[in-house]
T-cell receptor
Framework: DAKTTQPNSMESNEEEPVHLPCNHS???????IHWYRQLPSQGPEYVIH???SNVNNRMASLAIAEDRKSSTLILHRATLRDAAVYYC???????????FGQGTRLTINP | GAVVSQHPSRVICKSGTSVKIECRSL??????MFWYRQFPKQSLMLMAT?????????EQGVEKDKFLINHASLTLSTLTVTSAHPEDSSFYIC??????????????FGPGTRLTVL
């Protein structure tokens, strides 16, 4: 499974944008970039995914580098409810399983 | 949409007993369901992949005779922890992949079941 590297933790302030980086230098051409987050004592929640182009949805934006070796999850205006562990995961289409790394623990200050 | 439930949410049992955890996709059909385990302060570890109507595929190091998985229908998978011991105490999470999903490999997760073995 292709590996991703994320900072262990990040901190931001409420109502400010948050940029969560992910490095995946060994990504293959067919790997999708998935982001999930896990709030305390809950199961993970799907956030966003992309292949080559930047993606937006109601939760976040995903910016993918041109060489696809890194990506950034953008929370445009963080709230206290965004405090969670964010996982960046690579998955080849059809591979089915997701392999979770350690993720980034995001703390939001009021 | 895409809601996955788990039952029970929390269970405490005595050492040596068996515990069954149910995972249901409430508003979609799932050909594939996954079972994960998560110890405190750690990430999720995939235990097994189950496809409806066939035997589960277990990850390396996971004992298939201890963790019995049954995927009886397109909306229900069960995990039975047999002869549970304190080291099996963990947070068990299931996920489901919608049948004929247009999203590549997106999984929807249940809320988790916290198992404590005394």
């Amino acid at each position: 499974d292709a590996k991703t590297t994320q900072p262990n933790s990040m901190e931001s302030n409420e109502e400010e944008p948050v940029h969560l980086p992910c490095n995946h230098s060994t990504i293959s051409g067919t790997d999708y970039i998935h982001w999930y987050r896990q709030l305390p004592s809950q199961g993970p929640e799907y956030v966003i995914h992309g292949l080559t182009s930047n993606v937006n949805n109601r939760m976040a934006s995903l910016a993918i580098a041109e060489d696809r070796k890194s990506s950034t999850l953008i929370l445009h205006r963080a709230t206290l409810r965004d405090a969670a562990v964010y996982y960046c995961i690579l998955g080849a289409q059809g591979a089915q399983k997701l392999v979770f790394g350690q993720g980034t623990r995001l703390t939001i200050n009021p | 949409g895409a809601v996955v439930s788990q039952h029970p949410s929390r269970v405490i049992c005595k050492s040596g007993t068996s515990v069954k955890i149910e995972c249901r996709s409430l508003d979609f059909q799932a050909t594939t369901m996954f079972w994960y385990r998560q110890f405190p302060k750690q990430s999720l570890m995939l235990m097994a992949t189950s496809n409806e109507g066939s035997k589960a595929t277990y990850e390396q190091g996971v004992e298939k005779d201890k963790f019995l998985i049954n995927h009886a229908s397109l909306t229900l998978s069960t995990l039975t922890v047999t002869s549970a011991h304190p080291e099996d105490s963990s947070f068990y999470i299931c996920s489901a992949r919608p049948y004929d999903s247009g999203d590549p490999d997106t999984q929807y997760f249940g809320p988790g079941t916290r198992l404590t073995v005394l």
